[in-house]
């Protein structure tokens, strides 16, 4: 008796405090579940007085390999949910990662599950969702500078991406010329879009009146490509 007291103590004692939140909504912030479990991983590293885990020593407690570890880390850092501090007060000094952005993030910002609340969350996943894959640190930052630097609206820029599977274009040179091409003929929403695409579509219905895809959005802003 005493000795199995002994090991739910150990049990007991061994915990790992993880914010619910980062639980519930974790998605709302673009993040899927591997890039969830090595944050838990460096939650857990932290506690064991290891805050700069290599993604070697990261990929012995996850089911993907060091490359793998390494990207994630890369694309946590780019989507601004991950820092590296230097401590330069010290000789040699030492590096370590913060997760104070993520936390930031999930508690100062309004994650409601509509898509108009956080509009910037979802980009990544629908992209990914899209591409059938993870998304490069190139894409992602691609991403973030229509976002940043670009000053493109979150709605124009899946307009893009929709725009890119119906014309079976799908690339990130296709949606960046689809992008800059709205920004230079002054076109700032979905509805601008829309109208300017109007006499498009209206010659796609006339040629192929038995088509029955989507094409909203469809227009051909590289013909002659």
Not at 1 to 17: D, P
Not at 36 to 50: C, D, G, P, T, Y
Not at 195 to 206: D, G
């Amino acid at each position: 008796m005493k000795k199995r007291n002994l090991q739910l103590h150990e049990i007991v004692k061994n915990q790992l405090s993880i914010p619910a939140k980062l639980l519930t909504d974790y998605h709302l912030l673009g993040l899927h579940e591997a890039e969830v479990m090595l944050i838990l991983q460096l939650l857990r590293f932290s506690e064991k007085n290891n805050d700069f885990p290599t993604p070697s020593e990261l990929a012995h407690f996850v089911s993907f390999d060091e490359k793998q570890c390494a990207q994630i880390l890369r694309k946590l850092l780019q989507q601004g949910l991950l820092t590296i501090e230097k401590n330069e007060q010290v000789e040699p000094y030492s590096e370590s990662y913060s997760l104070e952005p993520l936390w930031e993030k999930l508690y100062t910002t309004k994650q409601e599950n509509s898509e108009s609340e956080d509009p910037i969350g979802t980009i990544f996943i629908l992209f990914e969702q899209e591409f059938g894959r993870p998304l490069s640190p190139f894409e992602i930052e691609t991403i973030n500078t229509w976002i940043d630097d670009d000053d493109i609206e979150p709605s124009l820029i899946k307009a893009g991406l929709r725009e890119s599977v119906l014309m079976g274009k799908l690339n990130f040179k296709y949606i960046d010329r689809i992008l800059r091409e709205w920004k230079r003929k002054g076109i700032h929403s979905v509805q601008d879009a829309r109208k300017a695409s109007q006499p498009f579509h209206q010659n796609q219905q006339s040629s192929t009146p038995n088509q029955k895809r989507d094409t909203s959005f469809y227009y051909n802003w590289l013909e002659g490509e």
